[in-house]
């Protein structure tokens, strides 16, 4: 029978991978490589098969962990685009919280009712199991677990060495070496990299070297204010080369404003991850995820000196306002050791009374909306501006309108686009519809900075595109940007220089500081830093920034 209990649970592994497949997931592969996956596999289901009762449906519900590990990786790969790690599972409840609740109750019913079921087999009273055998079987779980979180880099070295890496993807990786064996190397090497972090702590050299490169600005520093607004999934349906409308997607002040002078920049996420957009735009290395799948989580308020610490120490008044929840992704503490002199959120959100912001009531589509959220700013940037015309600003703005499942109060905005595609992606529909309005709001509010501040410096990002209803799939159907490769990386990039609208090539969104930190010094910063976006030959090596990633880790979790 346990002969048998194995070939069924191999061939239904094998059948739930094919059909994975079929849906755009990992495609299924069964090389050599995969026999620790199977070790792993029927190991785990080995376990919790000899905790539960005997019953009818013990056979049944022992698979129910395994697949309830499989779909959380494919969902998650389908949804974002990428791999799904062990550290990931700590995104997971505020990835339910920002939701709306139509979509976070089925999610928590379809994962609660089978451990729900489970627990209640392996409580069963008259059913119990000895300590001492309980023991021997988790033995080796046991025994894996204290080996990865003591020895981890001994581990990840024995994993690189029985697999199959491919080490431009991770998702190559996955197929060649199974879903459970790279949850394990990657929790090993992202465990070796917080032990590596030791050497790169050098408190006052790192604050030295920060000065000295400020240092050499001074001479050539004009102190504009300095307006960063990142936007939450603002999608340009126009990108979409095999997508038409009814009639055109962007507002017409939107349209007189900026007219071509748009650009873009690649965001290190696809569909949700916001706060990993936010820790590239503020400071300025990729986010590698080496120490965690969120870096904002491991900062714990000690600064890392990103692009709000770098102007506070050359005069300016830092300041962060997020159109969300301060305990989503860490933001506080994040926010903080990004260098910020004051965070502030929606004063339902948060205990202190100190902020301007207020969330009201966004009826159906349950998230401010921007020009709700623009009006406010606009407010807060006047009142500074009277009250402190000699100290420069840098006003940090993070919307939240436009976030999944993008609901429209049609009452306020009813639709106007019609989307011409055989396609059906009914969240794409709304995304259109969405941009229209979203437009609007965004040529009023630059309108009104540029009044308020001529001078200044306007720079709007999106965090990232959508997942919209089919994931990647429908970017790949519809050929977003042409179908390059890692098209839907590519986001929108706004920037108005003194009330003109500037364009650059394709940057990356960990530019962003060092374009700042260029217009404010008249160029005179990527004279002497590596500046891809200025055509310089002398750019940082992908181990320097590296390098720049771990040295600034290691002081933001210090």
């Not at 100190?354 to 006047?382: C, H, K, M, R, S």
Request: net charge negative; proline share 6%; with cysteine.
């Amino acid at each position: 029978m346990a002969l048998l209990r194995s070939v069924m649970l191999f061939l239904l592994l094998a059948g739930y991978m094919l059909l994975a497949e079929y849906l755009g997931g990992f495609v299924a592969s069964y090389s050599g490589q995969q026999w620790l996956e199977a070790v792993l596999a029927l190991y785990l289901y080995s376990l919790v098969y000899m905790l539960l009762r005997p019953s009818r449906w013990r056979a049944y519900l022992a698979v129910v962990p395994l697949l309830l590990i499989y779909l959380t990786s494919d969902i998650f790969y389908l949804a974002f685009g990428k791999v799904f790690r062990l550290v990931n599972m700590q995104e997971l409840p505020e990835l339910v919280q920002v939701l709306p609740f139509s979509y976070s109750l089925p999610i928590a019913i379809l994962v609660l009712l089978p451990i729900i079921a489970l627990f209640v087999q392996i409580m069963w009273q008259p059913w119990r199991r000895s300590g001492r055998f309980i023991i021997f079987t988790a033995a080796p779980l046991l025994a894996t677990l204290v080996l990865l979180y003591s020895i981890p880099g001994a581990v990840a070295q024995v994993l690189e060495n029985t697999s199959d890496l491919v080490k431009y993807s991770d998702a190559k990786s996955v197929e060649q070496n199974g879903r459970l064996t790279m949850m394990l190397y990657r929790e090993a090497q992202r465990l070796k990299a917080l032990d590596d972090l030791a050497p790169y702590r050098d408190r006052n050299g790192y604050e030295q070297a920060i000065n000295d490169q400020l240092q050499v600005l001074q001479p050539s520093l004009n102190k504009r204010n300095v307006h960063l607004i990142v936007l939450e999934s603002f999608l340009d349906p126009r990108l979409f080369s095999k997508l038409g409308f009814s009639t055109s997607p962007v507002h017409p002040e939107f349209e007189a404003l900026f007219g071509e002078q748009l650009g873009l920049s690649l965001s290190p996420v696809f569909g949700g991850a916001t706060a990993q957009a936010e820790f590239e735009v503020l400071c300025g290395v990729p986010a590698l995820e080496q120490l965690s799948s969120v870096e904002f989580n491991v900062f714990n308020g000690s600064a890392a000196l990103c692009l709000p610490g770098k102007l506070a120490k050359l005069g300016y008044h830092s300041s962060a306002s997020n159109a969300y929840k301060p305990n989503f992704f860490n933001a506080i503490a994040g926010y903080q050791g990004a260098g910020f002199d004051i965070s502030q959120f929606p004063k339902e959100f948060t205990r202190t009374g100190d902020t301007y912001l207020v969330a009201g009531d966004p009826g159906v589509e349950e998230y401010l909306f921007d020009q709700d959220l623009f009006e406010q700013n606009i407010a807060y940037v006047d009142k500074h501006l009277r009250e402190q015309p000699d100290k420069p600003l840098f006003n940090y703005l993070m919307s939240i309108y436009g976030h999944t499942p993008h609901i429209l109060d049609l009452e306020r905005r009813p639709e106007r686009i019609e989307l011409l595609s055989d396609y059906p992606d009914d969240h794409l529909s709304r995304v259109a519809n969405q941009f229209y309005y979203r437009t609007e709001a965004i040529a009023k509010y630059v309108k009104k900075l540029i009044s308020l501040d001529p001078e200044s410096l306007i720079i709007l990002i999106s965090d990232h595109v959508p997942p919209l209803r089919n994931g990647p799939n429908t970017y790949e159907a519809l050929a977003y940007m042409d179908g390059v490769s890692d098209a839907y990386y590519h986001n929108r990039l706004a920037i108005i220089d003194r009330g003109k609208p500037n364009v650059w090539p394709l940057i990356h969104h960990y530019e962003i500081p060092a374009l700042v930190l260029n217009y404010l010094s008249k160029g005179a910063y990527c004279q002497t830093q590596g500046c891809s976006f200025t055509g310089n030959s002398e750019v940082e090596s992908e181990e320097d920034r590296n390098n720049a990633y771990l040295l600034l880790m290691a002081h933001a979790s210090e």
